[in-house]
């Protein structure tokens, strides 16, 4: 069975995947070539679990925090491969 962060991007298996995965997929993924894809899907679940929960209108304190911090690393994350493609 291959590793999530080494698994080639199949976009319709990742719509099915919790946010907490494909955030971590984008953060360990080892291919250069695949990190931009990993942060896209990434910020498409965590959007659209905030909407979900927005939505629902319950207590979701933690999760919105951490919905918030994990889209705030994924915008760092792009930051330092937009700088390193300056660089090179």
């Not at 990993?38 to 979701?60: H, M, N, P, V, W």
């Amino acid at each position: 069975m291959q590793d999530l962060a080494t698994r080639p991007a199949l976009p319709h298996l990742q719509l099915q995947q919790p946010w907490r995965e494909l955030y971590s997929a984008a953060l360990f993924e080892r291919d250069r070539e695949q990190i931009p894809l990993r942060i896209a899907a990434a910020e498409k679940a965590i959007i659209a679990r905030s909407r979900q929960l927005f939505a629902a209108g319950s207590d979701t304190i933690e999760e919105d925090q951490a919905l918030d911090d994990a889209l705030y690393a994924l915008k760092a994350l792009q930051s330092c491969l937009d700088a390193g493609s300056m660089a090179a």
